[in-house]
C-alpha cells in the first residue's frame, strides 16, 4: 500500500518574505485505498502541495491517524497556497493499475531566503561534494545523463532546491531526479527519479568534477545510471 496523506503534520515554515521563485513538477499519490473519486483526488493534491511545502524550504512532521489528516489538510492548504505561484497546474491523471490515485502539479514556487541561497550554490557544505554539486550546478549544459540500455541525454538544470536537495532535470520523459542529504556532506547521495511514465529509488556517487555513477531501483527492476561530461566533439 502506498502511503499518502494520512498521518502529516506541519511544522512552521521559514519566513518567505524575501524569496525566489523555481520551477516545480511534483506527482501527488493518494494513500491507496479506494473511497471515492473526489477524496483519493484530493488527496494527491494535497500530497503533491505537501511536496511543494518541504521543496520550498518548510518541514513536515508524521503523526498516525486519519483524524490528524483531517485537521491539518486546511492547514496544507494554506501554507502551499502561500509559497505556489498563481497560476499553477493539477493534472487529473487518476486511478493507477495499484489502486492509488495519481495527480501532477506543475508550476512555480517561491522559496526561502535559506533555499534561494543555496540554488546561488551557497550551500553550506564542507566536503567534495560541494564541489562536484557546484560544478554541476554552474554548467549543467556541459553535462550528460546515462541510463543504462536505454541510451544517454542531455542534462537542463541543475540546482541547490534547499540546503539538503539537489535537483537534476535531464531530457527524457520530463525526467527528474531529486538527491537528500547533501547537507551531510556524503559524496554518495539517495532519492528519487521521477519520469512521465514511471518513478523509482536513486544512488549516486559524485566526484569533485560534478560526475556521478549510480544505480536507478524500480520495484524489482535496477540498472545503471550515469552523469558524464560532455566530449569536446558532441
Same mark, same amino acid.
Given at each position: 500500500?502506498?502511503?499518502?496523506?494520512?498521518?502529516?503534520?506541519?511544522?512552521?515554515?521559514?519566513?518567505?518574505?524575501?524569496?525566489?521563485?523555481?520551477?516545480?513538477?511534483?506527482?501527488?499519490?493518494?494513500?491507496?485505498? $479506494?473511497?471515492?473519486?473526489?477524496? %483519493?483526488? $484530493? /488527496?494527491?493534491?494535497?500530497?503533491? *502541495?505537501? /511536496?511543494?511545502?518541504?521543496?520550498? #524550504? #518548510? *518541514?513536515?512532521?508524521?503523526?498516525?491517524?486519519? $483524524?490528524?489528516?483531517?485537521?491539518?489538510?486546511?492547514?496544507?492548504?494554506?501554507?502551499?497556497?502561500?509559497?505556489?505561484?498563481?497560476?499553477?497546474? @493539477?493534472?487529473?491523471?487518476? +486511478?493507477?493499475?495499484?489502486?492509488?490515485?495519481?495527480?501532477?502539479?506543475?508550476?512555480?514556487?517561491? @522559496?526561502? %531566503?535559506?533555499?534561494?541561497?543555496? *540554488?546561488?550554490?551557497?550551500?553550506?557544505?564542507?566536503?567534495?561534494? *560541494?564541489? #562536484?554539486?557546484?560544478?554541476?550546478?554552474?554548467?549543467?549544459?556541459?553535462?550528460?545523463?546515462?541510463?543504462?540500455?536505454?541510451?544517454?541525454?542531455?542534462?537542463?538544470?541543475?540546482?541547490?532546491?534547499?540546503?539538503?536537495?539537489?535537483?537534476?532535470?535531464?531530457? +527524457?520523459?520530463? #525526467?527528474?531526479?531529486?538527491?537528500?542529504?547533501?547537507? $551531510?556532506?556524503?559524496?554518495?547521495?539517495?532519492?528519487?527519479?521521477?519520469?512521465?511514465? %514511471?518513478?523509482?529509488?536513486?544512488?549516486?556517487?559524485? /566526484?569533485?568534477?560534478?560526475?556521478?555513477?549510480?544505480?536507478?531501483?524500480?520495484?524489482?527492476?535496477?540498472?545503471?545510471?550515469? @552523469?558524464?561530461?560532455?566530449?569536446?566533439? /558532441?
Amino acid at each position: 500500500m502506498k502511503k499518502g496523506l494520512f498521518g502529516l503534520t506541519l511544522l512552521p515554515l521559514i519566513s518567505i518574505a524575501s524569496s525566489s521563485t523555481i520551477p516545480v513538477r511534483i506527482k501527488g499519490l493518494d494513500d491507496g485505498i $479506494k473511497t471515492t473519486v473526489q477524496q %483519493d483526488y $484530493k /488527496e494527491a493534491v494535497l500530497f503533491a *502541495k505537501r /511536496e511543494a511545502i518541504e521543496r520550498a #524550504g #518548510g *518541514k513536515i512532521q508524521s503523526v498516525t491517524t486519519a $483524524k490528524d489528516f483531517i485537521v491539518q489538510s486546511d492547514v496544507i492548504e494554506s501554507q502551499a497556497e502561500a509559497i505556489l505561484e498563481p497560476g499553477y497546474d @493539477i493534472l487529473d491523471i487518476g +486511478y493507477q493499475a495499484d489502486g492509488s490515485y495519481l495527480v501532477v502539479l506543475t508550476g512555480h514556487i517561491r @522559496i526561502t %531566503d535559506t533555499a534561494s541561497e543555496s *540554488k546561488q550554490l551557497q550551500v553550506n557544505l564542507s566536503s567534495p561534494l *560541494k564541489t #562536484g554539486l557546484t560544478a554541476l550546478a554552474s554548467a549543467p549544459e556541459n553535462y550528460m545523463f546515462t541510463i543504462e540500455n536505454v541510451g544517454t541525454f542531455p542534462i537542463e538544470k541543475a540546482y541547490f532546491a534547499n540546503p539538503t536537495q539537489f535537483i537534476v532535470h535531464y531530457d +527524457y520523459r520530463n #525526467g527528474m531526479l531529486t538527491l537528500n542529504d547533501i547537507d $551531510k556532506g556524503i559524496s554518495v547521495l539517495t532519492g528519487s527519479y521521477d519520469t512521465d511514465v %514511471d518513478s523509482g529509488g536513486v544512488k549516486l556517487e559524485f /566526484e569533485t568534477d560534478g560526475t556521478a555513477k549510480g544505480n536507478w531501483s524500480f520495484g524489482f527492476l535496477s540498472g545503471g545510471i550515469n @552523469i558524464n561530461r560532455k566530449q569536446h566533439d /558532441e
